[in-house]
């Protein structure tokens, strides 16, 4: 077979392997649900849980799990029914996983998750609005093979102060309980052991959760080791103020949540990539790519970055990839904003109390920001892959016109001649229409690359062409934040390609103590009187304790207030009415 008819064939496995991919399964193997609690109604904010549970989803995704099931700032309501239906998929799983991040308090040694909309007035409304640990955990109990629930929920509890206690003798704690799960081959993870508290990060991140996506997805990893290196990551990060633990056991085989032997879907990948092999590799990418784009959905879209995770057109895939995001999100967006429209003009037509209609006003107007939020997010992802079409197209136009203009040179008789299929690897290799010009000496590059690293946010030094540690570490840094795999021992030019692409702060703003982030910025954390910024960066209470001069200052002003007593009455006799003796002298007569 040819060169050319191999191309083809191995374009035909391609072709087929996507849509193999783009079936649906015919049993869900593992499945996971997800659930990222920020926008508390009646409770302290938290901004990491809602970015939490999108990177730890993004993670789930790319292990293969078949079903993924994602929700964020979800009320009681929403969060009773994304239990109950997810307790439907993981009665035909094998291996089901619940990750929370987002309050969660403990009363009488239960544990509970917090949606955003509860109150807990009374320390017994926990029954009515939260949901038990144990609630969870019967969700995920028909699961055949292996049950795991992670909890980056042990904050302090948000509502201790206003909470009534009904009963006096009743105990809530700060953080979670310890628990025991009854069924085997259950573990439930806490981000901090059982009755001490979990920090959020001065990043977009938890520290926990940051070292979870590091090692949950590795295939062929034991969990138990998963969670231990996620401990000392985490205690690294806090400076051992905070260790997680890990709850329940296992048998001694590993149990790894990604397996390490090859799966169907594995193996069509590996078949492909055999094939890519036989070929030019760079000019068949840029075919795979077209081809991936053509069919236009998200299966074919992750096969392709399956199999280039990195370079220039894995980044093309990844922004297409966003750009589809970006459109689910909006249509969510847009259909909650209309259910809450629906649901105002449902309780206007009722005559409902005005409490309710507030409530509603308030729940529409925070959809509708959110779908016009949506919105922009959408255009934005539009707009910056369209850009990078354009880029693309016009790079590979001038290199083949410049290839239809340059002469060949003749070949050494010992040396064969170059084929247009090596020519087509030259256009392939062109990142950008720039790349016709000679190539930049290494200190250009590298200046280059300190620039567009300082521009997404992930180097601080100056762009002086030396790639020195703190250069190869704010590569490392991209790579981290970008999901990239670039070489940080010297300056690339894919590196510098992929970074170009990226509009906006890849690396998360990281902030010093006392400082929290606004917007691109660290500005200084101020509290209400009587607060103080605490180890966790959060405003806490300051207790007044009186000083001693304040005790002395009150008692002298209570001695000044307090009525006069009246003064002793004195002694009239003088010292001439008394004898020698100092006794009244008796005068007497004789007859």
């Given at each position: ?524 954390i101020t509290c209400a009187p009587g607060y103080f910024v605490n180890d966790d960066a959060e405003c806490e209470k300051r207790k007044v304790r009186q000083a001693p001069s304040a005790r002395l200052e009150r008692r002298s002003r209570d001695r000044e207030e307090a009525p006069a007593r009246p003064a ?24």
């Open positions: 077979m040819d060169s050319h008819g191999f191309v083809k064939l191995r374009r035909i496995i391609f072709f087929l392997a996507v849509l193999l991919l783009c079936q649906p399964a015919w049993a869900a193997n593992r499945v996971a649900l997800i659930i990222g609690n920020s926008a508390y109604k009646n409770a302290t904010p938290l901004s990491n849980p809602v970015n939490d549970a999108l990177m730890v989803e993004a993670t789930l995704r790319t292990a293969g799990f078949d079903v993924v099931q994602t929700r964020l700032d979800i009320q009681a309501v929403e969060m009773r029914r994304a239990l109950r239906d997810f307790a439907d998929q993981a009665r035909d799983s094998d291996v089901a996983v619940v990750y929370y991040a987002g309050h969660g308090i403990e009363i009488e040694g239960t544990n509970y998750l917090i949606p955003i909309d509860a109150t807990l007035e009374r320390d017994t409304d926990v029954y009515d609005e939260a949901f038990s640990l144990d609630r969870v955990l019967l969700a995920i109990e028909p699961a055949r093979q292996l049950r795991v629930v992670i909890l980056d929920a042990c904050r302090n509890n948000p509502f201790s102060e206003k909470m009534k206690r009904t009963v006096g003798s009743r105990a809530i704690s700060r953080g979670l309980a310890r628990i025991e799960p009854a069924t085997s081959n259950t573990l439930v993870a806490f981000a901090a052991k059982a009755g001490s508290t979990a920090s959020d990060g001065n990043s977009k991140n938890s520290p926990y959760t940051a070292a979870l996506v590091k090692y949950i997805g590795t295939p062929g990893l034991d969990l138990r080791r998963v969670f231990g290196f996620v401990r000392d990551d985490v205690m690294k990060a806090t400076g051992n103020r905070q260790e997680p633990y890990v709850y329940g056991t296992l048998g001694g085989d590993d149990v790894p949540l990604v397996p390490a032997k090859e799966t169907a879907k594995e193996a069509a990948k590996e078949t492909a990539k055999e094939a890519a092999s036989s070929a030019t590799p760079r000019s068949e990418m840029r075919q795979d790519y077209e081809l991936a784009l053509q069919v236009g959905n998200k299966d074919a879209l992750n096969f392709f970055i399956a199999q280039y995770p990195d370079g220039y057109y894995a980044n093309l895939a990844k922004l297409q990839l966003a750009k589809i995001d970006a459109e689910e999100k909006r249509a969510a967006a847009a259909e909650k904003a209309r259910q809450a429209e629906q649901e105002q003009a449902r309780l206007v037509s009722e005559g409902a109390q005005q409490t309710q209609l507030a409530k509603a006003a308030a729940e529409l107007k925070a959809a509708q920001e959110a779908r016009a939020a949506a919105e922009s997010a959408k255009e934005a992802a539009q707009q910056q892959a369209a850009q990078a079409e354009q880029r693309r197209v016009a790079a590979e136009s001038a290199a083949a016109a410049t290839k239809n203009t340059t002469p060949v040179a003749p070949s050494a008789p010992d040396q064969p001649r170059e084929t247009n299929t090596s020519a087509d690897t030259k256009v392939a290799t062109l990142p950008s229409p720039q790349a016709s010009a000679p190539s930049t000496s290494p200190p250009e590059l590298a200046k280059s690359l300190q620039t567009e690293l300082r521009r997404v946010g992930c180097f601080s030094g100056s762009a002086n062409g030396e790639w020195d540690a703190a250069s190869r570490r704010s590569l490392e840094l991209f790579n981290q934040n970008a999901g990239t795999k670039f070489d940080a021992k010297a300056a690339n030019p894919d590196a510098l390609d992929a970074i170009k692409l990226k509009t906006a702060r890849v690396c998360p703003l990281t902030c010093g103590s006392g400082l929290k982030r606004d917007g691109d910025r660290c500005v200084k002793k009455p004195k002694a009239e006799a003088s010292a001439g009415n008394k004898g020698d003796g100092g006794m009244p002298f008796m005068p007497f007569f004789l007859p």
